[in-house]
């Protein structure tokens, strides 16, 4: 079965790659709202998992999947700690905007 | 020749319409559900690169737990008003700059990486079940069974944060 590398290079898949990932980037320079700088972090994750993904399918090496299955697991358990600490900000604050998240600044 | 790369564009495009919207919409929810569509246009592109059981696991983690998880949290604070004030235009300017700042370098680095790939695409197949599995549970097992631990600890962690403090 031939692989759909051999008619889409590589290049294309950096180059959405980089693109998502500096979507990501912007988000979290851009928004205010935690939990959607939260999901930009995911929306990064995702592009780095897409690329080594690809190189993966590119060198017939299944090394490269096996680490976006650990990047996987790993991105599970930081959204599971990271949202129950953004619920307790709240309960805290009343608010989630990073703005207000100030109290370790100075 | 861009018939067979069509696919690819297809997909391609709406990731980047979806991650886009991710950023720009003015609502939570929104967002939350354009980055969900977002994952399964990416899940295509697994299906594309012949990864069938990443996926899987990429549809079952992200869409069906992690996304879960964003959204009950959000309905969960009630956070679907607009209350996020408007940044100033020079914030938004600077993130900008930042940012294509960003890919300009990100390119330009792998532009003039020069050719590192290899001269053929390999034949193998490393996306399926059956040689991910022999993968995981044999090169790769110890580093398998720790993220059993990490979960649990993850689990932990997110209850030991989560409970009400009654005591005290």
Redesign the interface.
Known sequence: ????????P???????S??????????V?????A??V???I??ML?AV??LL??F????????G??M???I??????????G??????I?NHLR???IKEMNKLKW | ?LN??L??MIL?TL??FS??M??LSRK?VH??LY?IF??FT?GG??L????Q??FA??II??AG??MV??LF??M??N?NKE???H?TNL??A???I???T??LV??ST?TDTGNI??AQ???????TVA??GK??YG??VL?FEL?SI??L???V???M??KKKTES
């Not at chain 2, 594309?48 to 990864?51: D, E, I, Q």
């Not at chain 2, 695409?121 to 996306?127: T, Y």
């Open positions: 079965m031939n692989s759909i590398l051999s008619v889409v590589i290049e294309y898949y950096l180059g959405l980089v693109i998502l990932f500096t979507i990501g980037v912007m988000g320079l851009f928004r205010r709202n939990i959607i939260f999901m930009c995911e929306l995702n998992n897409l993904t690809a993966s399918t590119l060198h017939g090496e299944a090394g999947q096996v976006v299955f650990f996987m697991a790993v991105a599970a358990a930081e959204v599971a700690v949202l129950a600490i953004l619920v307790m709240y608010t989630v905007d | 020749m067979q790369n696919p690819f391609a990731s980047v991650a886009l991710v950023v939570p967002s939350v980055l977002c994952f990416i592109h697994y594309l690169l012949n990864a059981f990443l696991v990429h983690v992200y737990a992690i998880l964003f949290t959000l969960f604070i956070l209350l996020e004030p940044k914030v938004k600077a993130a900008t930042v940012a294509g960003l890919l990100m390119v792998v790939l290899p695409v390999s034949q193998n197949e490393v996306g040689v991910l993968k995981l090169d790769y580093p993220t990490l979960l600890a993850a689990m962690g997110a209850v944060i989560g």
